[in-house]
Nanobody, 128 residues
Framework: QVQLVESGGGLVQTGGSLRLSCAASARTFSSYVTGWFRRAPGKEREFVAAIGWNGRRTFYADSVKGRFTISKDIADNTAYLQMTSLEPVDTATYYC?????????????????????WGQGTQVTVSS
């Protein structure tokens, strides 16, 4: 497995922005799909966004499309999730994940079972 460490969470007001980071331990970070998921209190974990091995292809959940942007800095082995126009419904613990079996972004990208490495999560709270 590759170790993933998220950071950047916090408390923000409705309409605000946050930028989450996911630092990977392995230099092979650029070789596979990276995803962001979230889990709100009392709810199932849900897909947020994913990015392919070289950062050129992205995929978003409908609920965040147009508000969130996923990116990847291959040189720094870091993935990012820029979140704007945040709403209270975005309140959740956000997790970074790596699908080391897949360099290409495919139909499995929104399936948490496809990812074999996970970070510990970072809390995002949006106040109304």
């Amino acid at each position: 497995q590759v170790q993933l460490v998220e950071s950047g969470g916090g408390l923000v007001q409705t309409g605000g922005s946050l930028r989450l980071s996911c630092a990977a331990s392995a230099r092979t970070f650029s070789s596979y799909v990276t995803g962001w998921f979230r889990r709100a209190p009392g709810k199932e974990r849900e897909f947020v966004a994913a990015i392919g091995w070289n950062g050129r292809r992205t995929f978003y959940a409908d609920s965040v499309k147009g508000r969130f942007t996923i990116s990847k800095d291959i040189a720094d082995n870091t993935a990012y999730l820029q979140m704007t126009s945040l709403e209270p419904v975005d309140t959740a613990t956000y997790y970074c994940a790596a699908d080391r079996a897949s360099p290409l972004l495919g139909p499995q990208a929104n399936n948490s079972a496809a990812y074999d490495s996970w970070g510990q999560g970072t809390q995002v709270t949006v106040s109304s």
